[in-house]
Nanobody
Framework: QVQLVESGGGLVQAGESLRVSCAAS????????MGWFRQAPGTGREFVAA????????FYVESVKGRFTISRDNAKNTVYLQMNRLRPEDTAVYYC???????????????????WGQGTQVTVSS
């Protein structure tokens, strides 16, 4: 049974940094793409970043390029999202997701992901 558990959210001021983590368990994720999504109140779930576990290939939404970095630790079976220069508009619940993806493609929509975590709140004050 696949389980994704996010942690590391919190309250920070604009310009500060935060790292959220996603501990993955239940299977080998070598053929998976791991994604981070976020959802602010009253909005839909927005793609933030994704990483192909086997190759480390990454993909980002334009608004976070140069500020956020997605990475994975094979030994800990954990995916990270390092968020720098945070802005108030980054405030949202951040979700980790996993998609079985044996092809080389990396970018998938939220509807295409197979497993989801429970989310962790990130709040950026101005």
């Amino acid at each position: 049974q696949v389980q994704l558990v996010e942690s590391g959210g919190g309250l920070v001021q604009a310009g500060e940094s935060l790292r959220v983590s996603c501990a993955a368990s239940g299977r080998t994720f070598r053929s998976y793409v791991m994604g981070w999504f976020r959802q602010a109140p009253g909005t839909g779930r927005e793609f933030v970043a994704a990483i192909r576990w086997s190759t480390g290939r990454t993909f980002y939404v334009e608004s976070v390029k140069g500020r956020f970095t997605i990475s994975r630790d094979n030994a800990k079976n954990t995916v990270y999202l390092q968020m720098n220069r945070l802005r108030p508009e980054d405030t949202a619940v951040y979700y980790c997701a996993a998609k079985f993806a044996p092809s080389s493609y990396t970018h998938y929509t939220a509807e295409e992901y197979d497993y989801w975590g429970q989310g962790t709140q990130v709040t950026v004050s101005s």
